[in-house]
């Protein structure tokens, strides 16, 4: 019993003279982020791609800046198990490409990176080449596109469309209309359709089209009573066309000087007529011809190829032998004009006291005459006593017909008109949007000029 109560009081000295001591606290774990896949790979398409990410604490994330993708989820990861989300845009460049995707949490940090390869879109024409006729008309081609093409339209050309000017994903069709063509040879062109960086070409061709035969477009009943058809020597020009000699401003405020007869200005060749406006010297010169004939009624033609240009004021037209009245009570029939700033958009007009420019009342149609810049198109007029009709290639444009009051404020066309065939350089219409000097020399071209009569 004395020794069980020693051992008891040894052991509670030890115990009294050696406390326990207090534990100390271990460090807080590292933060820890895991991605599910080593990189996060967006479709070469672009849309959305996303990884699983476990994570023991919350981490901001970070683009790099690259434009080409977003984040969709939230800038920052929490603790657990989440799903990151990025946005890519399509990759139309010729190579692939990556970024980064950074994490931080307090002082520790990790990447991610994201990678894109790069897209191939892919267009296909049922035909390699679209194939017209020359007396015009349409062509359809399927197309199969796993992205959006845009046409160039710089390939354009005045013979031929195409629509739609972008071809969007999947099937489809493309439509090729063509212009009748008034050149016997075959034209090709080739358009081009661009996808990012990417490139697809197609060939239009338009077979050999027909000039348009000698009287093709004259009224019935009419015959052939006077014509110029160039082939003679320039020299030879006076003996059917009187030249007007005028200062610059004289009409229109045109800028042009016209001069007399002068080979500089107009001329015979390869059996055409060449109207120039050119510069010479601090000015422009150009030539306007009247012819010394003149009629009451007929059927009045010209083949014409317009001169290009913001600037250039062309016109095939008709004025009174007799304008004592003045203008516009004398009466003044325009069958052809145009100004190069509204390329191929050719019009007609007459002008009289009741209906003139002056107060917008004039009578006049215009249209679109594709090609009138780069080939000869037919201009006509048909007067009556009836009415007045103008054409271009033997299509109705304008009508005015004669209101049988026997008024000469609304018909004075009851007298003998000439011809007028002119280049007029800037002025009131042709300048009305400024003009461009790059385009000096110019040139108006006339195949013929013909004169019908029942």
């Known amino acids: 019993m004395d020794r069980m109560l020693y051992i008891l009081s040894v052991l509670f000295l030890l115990v009294s003279c050696n406390p326990v001591p207090t534990p100390v606290p271990e460090p807080d774990p590292e933060p820890v982020i895991n991605f599910s896949a080593a990189e996060l790979v967006a479709a070469p398409e672009g849309g959305e791609a996303s ?9 901001s994330v970070e683009t790099d800046g690259q434009g080409w993708y977003s984040l969709v989820s939230a800038p920052q990861i929490y603790s657990g198990e989440s799903i990151l989300k990025i946005s890519a845009e399509p990759n139309y460049t010729t190579a692939a490409r990556s970024a980064t995707l950074r994490f931080k949490c307090g002082e520790k940090s990790a990447s991610l990176k994201l990678s894109q390869a790069f897209f191939v879109p892919e267009l296909t024409f049922e035909q390699s080449e679209v194939t017209g006729e020359g007396a015009g008309g349409a062509v359809v081609v399927k197309t199969t ?7 160039d339209e710089n390939d354009l050309d005045y013979w031929f469309t195409v629509s739609p000017k972008t071809i969007s994903r999947g099937e489809g069709e493309l439509k090729v209309t063509f212009n009748r063509s008034y050149v016997e040879q075959k034209r090709s062109k080739k358009i081009h359709f661009r996808s990012g960086e990417h490139e697809k070409v197609l060939t239009v061709t338009q077979k050999e089209g027909e000039s348009v035969p000698t009287g093709a477009y004259v009224p019935e009943g009419y015959e052939l009573v006077w014509q110029d058809d160039f082939s003679e020597a320039s020299s030879e020009l006076v003996t059917k066309w009187r030249y007007e000699n005028w200062a610059p401003g004289f009409v229109n405020h045109e800028l042009q000087r016209y001069v007399p007869d002068d080979r500089r200005t107009s001329y015979t060749q390869d059996g055409s007529l060449y109207i120039v406006a050119r510069k010479d010297g601090g000015q422009v010169i150009s030539a306007r011809m009247n012819s010394r004939e003149s009629w009451l009624y007929g059927y009045f033609e010209a083949a014409i190829w317009l001169p290009k240009g913001k600037g250039t004021w062309p016109a095939f037209w008709m004025m009174p032998d007799d304008q004592s009245k003045g203008w ?3 009466g003044e029939i325009d069958i052809m004009e145009e100004v190069g700033v509204d390329a191929n958009i050719t019009s007609s007009s007459i002008h009289c006291e009741a209906y003139n420019h002056v107060k917008n009342t004039q009578k006049t149609a215009s249209r679109t005459t594709p090609g009138a810049e780069n080939e000869y198109h037919v201009y006509a007029l048909e007067w009556t006593e ?3 009709k103008s054409y271009v290639d033997g299509v109705l444009l304008l009508e005015f017909r004669n209101d049988k009051a026997g008024r000469e404020s609304t018909w004075p066309f009851n007298k003998k008109f000439f011809l007028i065939l002119n280049l007029a350089w800037g002025g009131d219409w042709g300048g009305y949007a400024g003009v461009d000097e790059n385009a000096l020399p110019c040139t108006m071209k006339v195949d013929y000029v013909r004169v019908y009569k029942k």
Request: aromatic share 14%; charged share 10%.
């Open 386 to 388: 009836d009415y007045i």
């Open 328 to 330: 516009p009570a004398c």
């Open 51 to 59: 990884l699983k990410v476990t994570a023991s604490a919350t981490w």
């Open 145 to 151: 596109a796993n992205a959006s093409w845009t046409l």
